[in-house]
């Protein structure tokens, strides 16, 4: 990642133009896992999973752009080139996909697991940047050619370290919802009252 690639998404190009395609698709794709998902247990009479799927829909940066670009005329131009925007997108959906998987093959999975599941992902996610994108350690660059010599590291690279941070608030504050939901409550209510 060098200062002049990043001065390049400054002006209207393809590095701007793959992150609103990237949202677009992004939202368009979850919006259609969502259904089915919402469809399947409609048909089922059991919606289980609908506040799980229907809240991975809100944060999606498909919705923020679209309405700068229909409210303004203009396309949002943020300091990062959008390279967090593609990541966030593409998180989503495969979150929301996942759900969707879940809700047509283990519809009885448990809701609990799968929320720590993802909040696990999450900090593996930052800990895994750390690691491999931020100085002193920076293994990313003693990468095999194979992989960080490919024409997608230069994509990739910045979508994970931007997103990354872009993620970090949603993963703290899932992290506190999963704690809430395994602190035994009736347990409590029980010591409370004797």
């Known amino acids: 990642m060098n200062v002049t690639f990043f001065l ?4 209207p190009g393809w590095v701007i133009d793959n992150s609103y395609r990237f949202a677009y698709w992004g939202i368009a794709l ?7 998902s919402f469809l399947v247990e409609w048909h089922r009479r059991r919606f289980a999973w609908l506040a799980i799927y229907a809240l991975l829909l809100l944060p999606h940066p498909g919705w923020r752009l679209g309405w700068h670009e229909i409210r303004d005329h203009v396309r949002a131009v943020s300091s990062d080139c959008g390279y967090s925007d ?13 759900v969707l998987l879940i809700v047509l093959f283990r519809p009885g999975f448990n809701r609990r697991l799968f929320l720590v599941v993802l909040a696990a992902a999450g900090w593996s ?27 997608l590291a230069p994509e ?14 949603s ?4 992290t506190f919802i999963c704690a809430a939901l395994y602190i035994p409550w009736h347990y409590l209510r029980r010591q409370g009252t004797a």
Do not use: N, Y
Not at 86 to 98: E, I, N, P
């Open 156 to 169: 990739v690279a910045p979508a994970v370290v931007f997103g990354e941070m872009q993620l970090l608030r």
């Open 171 to 174: 993963t703290i504050c899932l």
């Open 125 to 151: 996610l930052h800990f895994g940047t750390i690691v491999f994108f931020h100085p002193p350690l920076l293994l990313f660059s003693r990468l095999p050619l194979s992989i960080s010599g490919s024409p």
């Open 8 to 11: 390049g998404c400054l002006a």
């Open 30 to 36: 979850s919006g259609a896992a969502a259904l089915a």
């Open 86 to 98: 593609r990541f966030v997108s593409m998180a989503l959906l495969a979150v929301t996909t996942s």
